[in-house]
């Protein structure tokens, strides 16, 4: 298959040797990664409630700006929750049975959805790919974390786009128009002072913010979009790509994962055992994934041993 070939390349004994230097750069390079992504969702955060809603107020019904905020605020929870979870649960193990492969790094069998990280150095189940900005792979263990992270994401950076269309536009063209925020007066402006007292830093944060949340909005809606028809067909990225080899050796070939769109999304999302949609998904939850049903008992006795 495609992976069983990218992985015997980068196996081989030319390259192997740099991708193990890449690989420990990588994952270098993912720990400063989470800090930036915790420092620019701080100045989101200062920008979009410190001076986007509050200037708001020049434009917008003051109920269309509380539900912001509520709705902001909401979000925010979401995202550090499940970025939270996503970068630091561990890999599941499922072991493999004895007619399957063996991995010679971790030495041990793996199943058919098992495949190794160079990057992290073991063995991960339900492999979709290893994403720097969580600094580990997106598995079984935290793909709904992961899913959940980047449509909270999606939905918050749309919201500050929609939201704070006049201030950026006020902002881009602050020479021209003289309005800004540390010109106007407001009544619900608690950081104003504070904010203003350094120069430059109101129209330079909302500029940079409403362009950084519109980038993300596109980049990371895409992704949503993406696993969203991957979750729909009961893939992951690795299981994508071997599905397309599957077909095209055999065109009648169908993929034994995909349970239907419905099954296949309360399988993801794990909503079983009476678990409702609000309460786990909606809200933040640690409940465990679903894996199938042989995997899912293998869990359970290693849970009770």
Sequence with gaps: ??????????????????????????????NILVVVVYLITLLLVVTSFGII???????????????????????????MYHYYKARTIAPIYVPGKD????????????TIRTHHCGICQSCVHGMDHHCIWINQCVGSHNHRHFFLFIANLTVATFIITIAGYHTAYDHFFEYTNGKSFCSAYLDYAPLQSWI???????????IFSYLLAALLMCLVGFLTAWNMFLISRGFTY????????HVAMNPQYRNPLNHGVSRNWRNFLGLRRNRSFFRHVILPSSHS???????ESVRLVEDVV
């Design 53 to 79: 809603l509050p200037y708001e107020q020049w434009y917008q019904p003051p109920l269309l700006l509380i539900f912001y905020s509520l709705c902001g605020a909401f979000l925010f929870v979401n995202i």
């Design 289 to 295: 994934p679903f894996l199938n049903e042989e995997e």
């Design 1 to 30: 298959s495609t992976c069983d070939k990218i992985e015997a390349f980068l196996d081989g004994p030319f390259i192997s040797q740099y991708v193990n230097v890449i690989n420990r750069y990588i994952r270098g390079l993912g």
């Design 238 to 245: 690795i299981d994508y790509l071997q599905h397309s080899d």
């Design 99 to 110: 007619n399957e492969r063996w991995c010679f790094k971790c030495e041990h069998r793996k």
């Design 196 to 206: 203003c007292s350094i120069d430059g830093f109101s129209r330079n944060a909302v």
